[in-house]
């Protein structure tokens, strides 16, 4: 099978010659290649040249662009630092009467978001369907909380949530105009960032009653643009899982935080489940025995339904023999 059909096969809940394994590159593959990861955020051919590299050397059966949540709220109307050596990072936020008068659906593909959507296109130029090529954009949650600021909305959520939700019926829109410019690019799935959707800043009310038709909105989208949906989430969300079975997304991509066996078992053949060694310590800090430990013990538990993946992107400093004890686990 090619990985494509494997990715294919495993949302579908159908048999497999042997469990997908798609980790999130991004930041490792950029260090791995020596390229600046600035500059890799803002030139597609750099940031192109460097998954593919990763792409050689572990022949996943997926591979994303890279994790940048400040591309959407830049093109927003947010400023963005940008240092050489890191991501770039918001420095001011949006005030409140810009993005109400703001047409999110008009400029969303504006400053550096086409970067990424002209990554995926030099993506699939260079691997066609070998593998799933995959686009990682801000959900509508956290394009809002990032374009405005954390604290404002965790503010807005508790004084003014009809404004809310009418910024995410906006944002959620040029989520969807997004998505299909990484159709017509070339991308096989589209993966929504979902970071803000966490029990610190989002109640169940507001999770099922704000959040989740909008989440329900885009993936049905994605399923009409013949994307592969996907959602990600990070930290513990164990309880927000009831929820998120019903996004109407074909993956689940959750952290460490989670227990997965767990997570499958909640949402059942909703969805697929993605994920989730530790980055934060095992990957970056464990030896490569513990990394394969911990990948094969997820693979004893999980089976049809399930992509093996990192919990979130891989940082810079992951030791490359860490990455590849996780991507040969299922090939063992």
Do not use: W
């Amino acid at each position: 099978m090619t990985g494509l059909a494997r990715i294919q096969s495993a949302i579908s809940f159908e048999p497999v010659d042997r469990v997908p394994v798609a980790p999130m590159l991004g930041a490792h593959a950029v260090a791995l290649a020596g390229i600046d990861h600035e500059r890799a955020c803002r030139d597609a051919a750099a940031q192109a040249e460097a998954l593919l590299r990763a792409v050689e050397i572990y022949e996943p059966d997926a591979v994303f662009t890279l994790m940048d949540l400040s591309a959407e709220p830049e093109a927003f109307g947010a400023e963005v630092d940008a240092v050489s050596g890191r991501p770039p990072v918001i420095v001011r936020h949006i005030p409140r009467a810009q993005i109400e008068t703001r047409r999110l659906e008009e400029c969303v593909l504006s400053a550096r978001v086409p970067v990424f959507v002209d990554t995926v296109t030099r993506l699939r130029r260079a691997l066609g369907d070998s593998i799933c090529v995959a686009a990682l954009i801000s959900g509508p949650l956290t394009a809002a909380a990032n374009a405005i600021g954390i604290a404002q909305m965790s503010r807005l959520l508790r004084r003014d949530l009809a404004f809310v939700a009418h910024l995410l019926d906006r944002l959620s829109a040029a989520c969807i105009v997004l998505q299909e410019g990484h159709a017509e690019a070339g991308a096989h799935a589209v993966v929504l960032l979902e970071p803000v959707a966490t029990t610190a800043i989002l109640g169940p009310r507001d999770l099922k009653e704000v959040l989740l038709p909008r989440l329900q909105l885009i993936s049905t989208a994605a399923r009409e643009q013949g994307l592969i949906s996907g959602l990600h989430v990070c930290g513990d969300c164990s309880v927000s899982l009831p929820f998120f079975a019903h996004s109407g997304a074909h993956v689940l991509s959750l952290d460490a935080a989670v227990n997965l066996p767990s997570a499958q078992h909640v949402v059942g053949q909703h969805m697929a489940i993605m994920g989730n060694v530790d980055v934060r310590r095992l990957l970056p800090s464990g030896s490569p025995a513990e990394v394969a430990r911990a990948a094969q013990a997820l693979l004893a538990e999980l089976d049809r339904g399930f992509i093996l993946s990192t919990g979130c992107e891989a940082p810079p400093g992951t030791p490359q023999e860490n990455m590849q004890a996780l991507v040969r686990a299922p090939r063992l």
